[in-house]
């Protein structure tokens, strides 16, 4: 095997494997801005009991207005097309520059992570 080629896959293997453990693709895509805790709000808020929840209403965060007067409750479905696209779901949220994430196994994983796998 080309040294190049050994390099690439020793690099890239460890990031693929952490995006099979929930907590860890949790912390690597989404730990930055929220938590898990409840009642830890940090630059988004927390993400303790999302499962249910009325979007926009965690008590204690200031929703953008997009989110604030959106009308869903966050199941499975909706909070994997968020994580996906959030413009897609709610044009003119709040989390700038979250792109969203592509991969499904990875939307997926995180979901677990969230008691939603």
Request: charged content about 20%; proline content about 7%; hydrophobic content about 35%.
């Amino acid at each position: 095997m080309r040294p190049q080629l050994t390099a690439l896959i020793l690099l890239t293997t460890p990031a693929l494997a952490q995006d099979d453990d929930p907590q860890l693709a949790f912390n690597n895509h989404c730990r930055t801005c929220h938590s898990q805790d409840e009642g830890d709000n940090r630059l988004g808020p927390s993400l303790h009991g999302i499962l249910g929840r009325e979007a926009g209403s965690h008590e204690g965060y200031a929703f953008s207005d997009a989110l604030a007067s959106a009308d869903f409750t966050w199941d499975k479905e909706t909070l994997d097309a968020f994580i996906e696209n959030p413009d897609a779901v709610v044009q003119g949220h709040g989390m700038k520059p979250y792109p969203g994430i592509a991969d499904p196994k990875v939307r997926a994983t995180i979901l677990s992570a969230l008691g939603a796998g």
